[in-house]
């Protein structure tokens, strides 16, 4: 039998498999027929044996191409690994969020002292030298620029709180949160950067209203969302660093398979965030700039908001302890299994 | 489509298929275009906004609301355009589908929440400074186009074609094209490939080239397994099915 006439006899099977695999691209396989599905392994079996023999048979270069195509695409609808898991964002929030934050507390700690020495720094080197604000400022000249397009928002938008501003300081937080995350694939160098740019701002702008008799009024506007947005910006750069720690130093596994490992649990990690940044977003629209309310409620709720979530990081998703007879069946089991095991 | 520029991967079958990695070129058409579109959607929804806000002020409930949940739309549009068009099409954007490119992990199998959103969020790094110039750096020496949000997470992006059929009919029954069962074993896979992907084309070269063609290919071959040498297609033909010992055809 001539190639060509093999070829001609197979084209049937492999555009009967190709319809098959373009309906689960487009519609998934909930709305494929059950019959087409089973068809469909066996199809793609065929169609890879017809692949090696085309190759062996030295076939059209364009026909192997083709074919080569096919096998791609219905290789990637078969071996997708299990049904599509639906995301389970009441499990996430509740048990895996927490756990995952406390796996990996150090690097939060470590995210907190870096900003922290930063904004101290900052802080102690305006309150000798007046004159170096501008430079600290100048360093981060872009935000602070970014402020006061804020301001100028505020302003056009009036003091009654306003969902608008809460978008785009929540889009912004984001955007500052989830970079610190990202710039972790630098070897962690650009997350530190920005943490050090953060903090010493801030503890550029405290020093400078200490300096000038007027710390309370700058700790007033920044406290009641400060407090919650701090700490959700802390966390977003430890995961920075997680992603970047693994680059340094991959332990037994390799680089590029320490770079995907960490990067799901450090962007778990920062997008787990979100609402956090949204709550703040949320106060700083509406309740930092609100003349009605006064200003020891606006701490109150600052702090309250922040130890919330603190509270929630270091507590959900704890398996609640054994009573003590069940952690003596449970030793026992133990026990039991493995002494089985040294006898078998 | 040199054997360099190509990634191959075994299936369980133990079949070897091969990727076509998307090139800069395409993978920066496909951005452009989204980046246009994006433009497009958030002009117009910021046009909305400007014209429900005014209002806001005097108790108007309603475009209050509106404004609030355009407020949102709008974050939630510039943000995650990327991310929500590569889980809804699997993979692609808009601007990918025209490109005729997608996304997929490294094993082949359809993208996942996780890969879509390491890459997209990476993209915030892929960008810097300005206009994706440290993507495009990390691109250009990587064999396989990635940049840094798809080495973050396992992903590739590949060329995906369309799977025509050549038609057999037509052009090929002019031509006689090797019709051996059995190609000779005698001949590396990669020399099987140059000769028969010739043989099978020549009639869509220029009648010089295919005659320079043929030559170049012919002559070191034949100086590798001899035979009997008259006429360099024909050559090639023989050897092909294994026939270039026999003098006549």
Not at chain 2, 171 to 188: D, F, G, R
Request: glycine share 10%.
């Amino acid at each position: 039998m001539s190639l060509d006439h093999w070829l001609k006899e197979r084209q049937p099977v492999w555009q009967r498999l190709e319809s098959i695999v373009d309906g689960l691209y487009r519609h998934g396989p909930c709305r494929t027929a059950p019959q087409d599905l089973v068809a469909m392994i066996e199809l793609y079996q065929s169609a890879c044996a017809d692949l090696a023999r085309l190759r062996a048979l030295g076939g059209d270069p364009a026909d192997v191409a083709t074919l080569n195509r096919l096998v791609i695409r219905a290789h990637g609808q078969i071996y997708r690994g299990g049904p599509a898991r639906s995301w389970r964002p009441l499990a996430f929030f509740l048990v895996d969020y927490p756990r995952l934050f406390r796996q990996t507390w150090k690097f939060t700690l470590a995210s907190f002292l870096i900003a922290a020495a930063s904004a101290l720094m900052a802080y102690s080197t305006v309150q000798t030298s007046p004159q170096t604000v501008g430079d600290i400022l100048g360093g981060a000249d872009r935000e602070v620029r970014g402020h006061k397009t804020l301001a100028d928002i505020r302003e056009r938008f009036g003091h009654e709180g306003s969902p608008v501003l809460s978008s785009f300081v929540i889009t912004n937080n984001i955007r500052v949160a989830l970079t610190a995350f990202a710039l972790g694939i630098t070897l962690g160098l650009g997350t530190i950067y920005i943490l050090t740019v953060n903090g010493a701002m801030l503890g550029g702008i405290a020093g400078a209203f200490a300096k000038s008799h007027a710390a309370g009024q700058f700790w007033g506007v920044v406290l009641p969302h400060g407090t919650l947005e701090l700490s959700a910006v802390v966390v977003a750069g430890g995961a920075g660093l997680l992603l970047g720690y693994g680059l340094w130093a991959p332990g037994a596994r390799t680089r590029r398979r320490a770079l995907r490992e960490d990067a799901v649990r450090a962007m778990r990690l920062a997008v787990g965030l979100l609402p956090a940044f949204a709550f703040a977003g949320i106060i700083e629209g509406f309740v930092t700039p609100s003349d009605a309310i006064p200003e020891p409620l606006k701490l109150a709720l600052g702090i309250a908001a922040a130890a919330v979530f603190w509270l929630y990081l270091l507590l959900a998703g704890r398996t609640p302890p054994l009573p003590a007879k069940d952690i003596k069946t449970a030793s026992a089991i133990s026990a039991a299994g493995s002494a089985a095991t040294t006898a078998g | 489509m040199s054997g360099a520029d190509q990634y191959t991967l075994e299936t369980p079958e133990n079949i070897e298929v091969e990727y076509e990695p998307a090139g800069l070129g395409s993978r920066f058409c496909a951005m452009l275009i989204d980046t246009l579109l994006l433009g497009a959607i958030l002009l117009a929804m910021w046009l909305l906004l400007l014209l429900l806000f005014p209002a806001a002020v005097p108790g108007g409930a309603t475009k209050w609301l509106a404004a609030v949940v355009l407020a949102v739309a709008i974050a939630l549009v510039s943000g995650g355009y990327f991310i929500l068009f590569e889980l809804l099409m699997r993979g692609q954007t808009p601007g990918k589908k025209a490109m005729k490119i997608r996304v997929i992990r490294d094993d082949g199998t359809p993208v996942t929440a996780n890969e879509v959103l390491i890459r997209n969020i990476l993209r915030l790094v892929d960008f810097l400074p300005v206009g994706y110039a440290l993507g495009a750096i990390v691109m250009f020496p990587n064999p396989l186009a990635k940049r840094l949000g798809d080495l973050a997470a396992g992903t590739i992006v590949v060329k995906e074609g369309e799977l025509d059929y050549r038609a057999h009919a037509d052009t090929k029954a002019e031509m006689p094209a090797p019709t051996a069962v059995a190609a000779n074993a005698e001949l590396t896979a990669e020399e099987r490939r140059l000769v028969s992907g010739f043989l099978h084309r020549r009639h869509e070269l220029l009648p010089e080239a295919r005659r320079q063609l043929a030559a170049r290919l012919a002559v070191p071959l034949h100086e590798k397994y001899g035979g009997y040498y008259n006429m360099a297609e024909t050559y090639l033909e023989r050897l092909l099915a294994g026939r270039h010992h026999e003098s006549s055809p």
